[in-house]
């Protein structure tokens, strides 16, 4: 009797543990602000390239901006893992469209619709990934940039941020992003941005990738970094009008 009690108590505790569901209740490596903007001749995405654990700096050569097919450009801010997660479903995605040789290909206006449907439905069941996305691609001379955020929020525009981003470099983008920028310019302001977030978030890392996508293809930029300058007078004391700070 003893011995079927046993028996049936581990049989309890395999089944236990092998329906038991887990959900990934806080990202764990994080990536910051990924900025983007339409330019002349297609889409430019900056992104840095730390990786944090935490408020510490883990990783200083963490990859997010990836091409994505023939047409599309995708960048990442947040959960590492969860971005390597989605990269194998686009993987899966772009290798299902090649398989049928109609030559036609899928353009980045159906990679987005597609990312917006992934996200929402893992978030739906309580198991979102833990990124905010942004997808900008050319296809017959049509550009085409939209993010999306970890819970489905999609839209497109002219010019995307994610994370600080989103609080800092767009209104720099409002004010100077114009329709007709050359691609020099365009880096410049992309530039701008990525200094200023540099400057004010604590998670961002002075090593940075740009990347272009155009009718020609993706040109991702080696990594290099910017000139700072931390002499600024309100640097030095930073709290000084901060009442209650210590």
């Known amino acids: 009797m003893e011995m079927l009690m046993d028996s049936s108590q581990a049989e309890h505790s395999f089944l236990s543990s092998v329906t038991a569901s887990e959900r990934t209740l806080n990202p764990y490596v994080t990536g910051t602000s990924v900025v983007a903007i339409k330019y002349k001749d297609g889409i430019l995405m900056a992104a840095d390239m730390g990786g944090s654990y935490g408020y510490t700096l883990r990783y200083k050569s963490v990859e997010r901006l990836k091409p994505v097919g023939k047409h599309s450009l995708l960048g990442a801010s947040g959960e590492i893992s969860d971005f390597q997660e989605i990269l194998r479903y686009l993987d899966e995605l772009i290798l299902y469209d090649n398989m049928w040789d109609d030559g036609n290909s899928l353009g980045p206006k159906e990679v987005h619709s597609y990312l917006t449907r992934v996200m929402y439905n893992r978030r739906n069941k309580f198991n979102p990934l833990w990124n905010s996305l942004i997808l900008g691609g050319v296809k017959n001379g049509q550009k085409y940039l939209g993010m999306v955020s970890m819970i489905g929020v999609n839209f497109e525009d002219n010019h995307v941020a994610t994370g600080f981003g989103n609080h ?36 961002a890392v002075n090593k940075l ?30 709290t000084v009008h901060a009442e209650g700070s210590w």
């Open 209 to 238: 990738q740009i990347a272009k996508i155009t009718e020609e293809g993706v040109t991702i930029s080696q990594p290099y970094s910017l000139k700072t300058f931390w002499g600024y007078s309100a640097f030095q004391n930073p």
């Open 168 to 203: 800092l470099a767009r209104p720099i983008l409002r004010d100077e992003w114009h329709d007709n920028l050359s691609f020099e310019d365009g880096v410049k302001l992309l530039e701008k941005c990525m200094r200023v977030l540099l400057y004010r978030d604590t998670t």
